[in-house]
């Protein structure tokens, strides 16, 4: 195992509440469904690892603010760092194509970038580096935090693997937590399939699968994949919230 850097340690260190995440869950209580947590199951063993749909915003939101205590959020590091975080703010506004001089649009992300930072800065993250190398990072933390009792939520849908509107494919990498925690400790982690259904105000986790070294990363999180499916056709009629607007994927591209 690499060394985990003095600024993820700093993440992963219980977070002090702000005046920026006090006013946010303010306003997030305005204007966005108070989610009630249930489970379909007794107690979900702590520390565990529960895997859901994103649904955009509202996924990392009802984690933080409406699930257990003690646990911390998967979440991509362009959100977390500064100025990562403003240049994610600019090309998030210039991706929607708005007709304002760009001088405008670097000012509302830097000051959107601050804000952000300072909101991540008190709630409990560990930082996901898709695509680099520093991705053992994420890893290492994240079976640090499982070590000192810290349970995880992951949302790990792909954008352009959708066939469903309810979940989308998944990366699989997330499975090598539960697979280096079973290499350090010996102890299979309880992985909880979840669906959050925000017409229906719920955040539901299912029954738990175990890690099973025997199956490949791909074959775990397919079938973490289909339990929160299941899960979805189990709630009431509901319209759902995709990952995000992709077109859906062809069965001739699913195969």
Known sequence: YLRVPDECMELMKKKKRNFTFKFFRLIAGMFLPHIK??????????PCIFV???????????????SIENIAIWTAYDVIFYPEAKEYMYSYIMHAENKKP????????TAGGKILTS???????????????????TLNMSVQALENGVSI???PEKENKRDNDYIFGFFDGFVYVAKKYYEKTGKKIA?????????????TAGKPIYYDPAL?????????RA??????MRQPPHRPVPFSDAPSVSPEEKA
């Open 102 to 109: 760009r001088f405008f649009y670097r000012f509302v992300a």
């Open 153 to 155: 939520a992951i949302m």
């Open 191 to 203: 992985f909880y399939p979840s669906y959050l259904c925000v017409q229906h105000k719920t955040l």
């Open 227 to 232: 339990a929160i499916y299941d899960i979805a």
């Open 37 to 46: 947590f249930v489970t379909e199951c007794e107690k979900p063993e702590s």
């Open 216 to 224: 490949s990363n791909a074959e775990t999180a397919e079938k973490i």
């Open 52 to 66: 859901s749909n994103h649904a955009r915003i509202y996924g990392p939101i009802s984690w933080q603010l409406y």
């Open 119 to 137: 909101l991540m800065s008190s709630v409990d993250t560990i930082p996901v580096y898709m695509g680099s190398r520093k991705i053992i990072e």
